[in-house]
């Protein structure tokens, strides 16, 4: 019998930095999800109002990867007040062959940042201008950074605005990040003022109520809505969402139900049976993605299952190659 490993999240740190590799992890399940027979259910999720706290938990299998994930997330949104991160949670492994445990990763939300952070990246390399170079992020939490890290990996990002509610909180970020990733990072004033003249916005909050308007963002942009994971949260004003030229989803079957894309629909904006393109068949080229360089385009990324059984077992494997003694690109 195989023995089960046991990763700590310093350990998952040094084993899955955010990187290109990472990056291509996500495209790949992206692609999977389009390409292949996915097994990927519904998300699970429990709400516990009282505390402004959520549980999800996520799975899927993908024919030709021999493990898969079952990640627990939990968020509780009045943490940081009491001096706790806002995400935390692990994930399970099991063979895909045997369904026993192969590994558990103690990774307290390290991994789904990651993931999450990639995904971002994925979406703005096939919808955002490849010349982009101006980047405004809503939010000041770690997927900020994160995002903003990520965009630089596949778009020459030379300045960005943080905005966020708390204006000390998105000064010190800003801060951060300007000498953590070397470009000029600046805090807006207010969100409209953050997103003036940006190629890409990234929102990444769990704003229950529309923070970006429709008529802010300048032809040619393109938008990353991250936190709408739930039905009650709501970052992107409805008509944004129903006017954008090309509107993508992760999981349309999740968005209409609990993405940006659910608001504009109970909005009466689009037909609930409307058809949309998803990420995966715009990277395996089923379906176009950019048509134009002035085309506002909007990616509703709401977090898959297949986005974590791929980080999962990349961290897998590179924890086997550490312990085999290879050497391997990070």
């Known amino acids: 019998m195989s023995r089960m490993s046991i990763l700590t999240q310093a350990e998952l740190r040094t084993l899955v930095p955010l990187d290109l590799d990472a990056v291509s992890c996500v495209e790949n399940a992206f692609r999977a999800l389009a390409t292949l027979p996915v097994v990927m259910p519904p998300i699970l ?12 938990v996520k799975t899927a299998y993908v024919p ?3 493990g898969f994930a079952i990640k627990i997330s939990p968020g509780f949104f009045d943490n940081p007040a009491l001096g706790l991160p806002s995400v935390n949670g692990l994930m399970v492994l099991l063979s895909a062959k045997t369904g026993m445990v192969e590994a558990l990763l103690l990774d307290s939300g390290y991994l789904t940042d990651v993931r999450t952070a990639a ?6 390399r096939h919808l955002a201008r490849e010349e982009s170079s101006v980047a405004a992020i809503l939010g000041a939490g770690v997927q900020a950074g994160l995002q903003l890290e990520a965009l630089m990996l596949v778009r020459p990002i030379r300045e960005a605005r943080i905005w966020a509610r708390d204006a000390v909180k998105a000064q010190a970020k800003a801060m951060e990040l300007t000498a953590r990733l070397g470009i000029a990072v600046e805090a807006g004033a207010d969100p409209q003022a953050a997103v003036d003249g940006a190629d890409i916005v990234v929102t990444t909050t769990p704003s229950e109520t529309p923070l970006l308007r429709a008529d802010w963002l300048a032809r040619g942009t ?3 809505a991250m936190g709408s994971d739930a039905e009650h949260k709501n970052e992107l004003d409805p008509a944004l969402v129903a006017g954008a030229d090309i509107y993508v989803a992760d999981s349309l079957s999740q968005t209409r139900r609990l993405g940006e894309l659910h608001h504009a629909i109970e909005a009466g904006l689009v037909p609930a049976d409307a058809e949309f393109a998803e990420l995966g068949q ?9 048509l134009s360089v002035d085309a506002i385009t909007v ?7 297949v986005q974590d059984t791929a980080i999962a077992t990349l961290a ?7 312990a085999a003694g290879t050497i391997f690109d990070n």
């Open 119 to 124: 995904a971002g990246a994925v979406a703005a």
């Open 316 to 322: 897998r494997d590179r924890a086997a190659a550490a």
């Open 222 to 224: 393109h938008v990353t």
């Open 282 to 290: 715009i990277i395996a080229g089923l379906k176009p993605g950019r």
């Open 45 to 56: 999720r429990l709400d516990i109002p009282e505390f402004r706290g959520e549980v999800d």
């Open 299 to 305: 990616a509703d990324l709401t977090g898959t299952g």
């Open 64 to 66: 030709g990867v021999d």
